[in-house]
């Protein structure tokens, strides 16, 4: 059984699902590839509280990692990527290519941008920190804007926080 819950945040709106009470989705407003709203199941904003008080702890600058369980729905490939993700590190950054070539697949860039892009639980699974092959910003679920508020953020959060 599917839940919701939506939050307020630096970001903007965030809409937060689980199946069955583990998280498999984080969308923002606006977000490409966002699900139809129907297929959040129900409001109950109970199941979240863990995931409400880290998002809020990271918002804050006072985490750099998330410890929450997560069921992420997607191909092998894209659960690959998605788990690659996380051990980028707060504040850093990959490009396409580097992703892919520490998958062992140095020519799947455009693949891993792919997946990268239908990422279900963005800012926990990090996708802001991919990169073009140059460090420009390129392409984001959540809008350029916000892949560089979540950047900037990360690369300052020493000095100052995100309202949230």
Not at 17 to 33: F, S, W
Request: proline share 5%.
């Amino acid at each position: 059984m599917k839940t919701h819950t939506t939050i307020d945040s630096p970001v903007g709106v965030l809409t937060l699902v689980a199946t069955g009470g583990v998280l498999c989705g984080l969308y923002m407003t606006d977000q490409r590839h966002r699900p139809a709203q129907e297929s959040f199941g129900v409001e109950d904003p109970s199941c979240f509280d863990e995931a409400t008080a880290q998002l809020g702890e990271y918002f804050a600058g006072r985490r750099t990692s998330f410890d929450l369980p997560l069921e992420l729905i997607g191909t092998p490939f894209q659960r690959t990527v998605w788990r690659a993700l996380l051990d980028i590190p707060y504040g850093g950054t990959l490009s396409y290519g580097e992703l892919a070539a520490a998958l062992g697949r140095p020519s799947a860039a455009r693949a891993v941008g792919l997946a990268n892009g239908k990422n279900p639980v963005s800012v926990i699974v990090p996708c802001h920190r991919v990169v073009g092959s140059t460090g420009d910003l390129t392409g984001y679920g959540g809008g350029l804007a916000r892949k560089r508020q979540l950047l900037d953020f990360e690369r300052g959060a020493h000095a100052h926080h995100l309202l949230f």
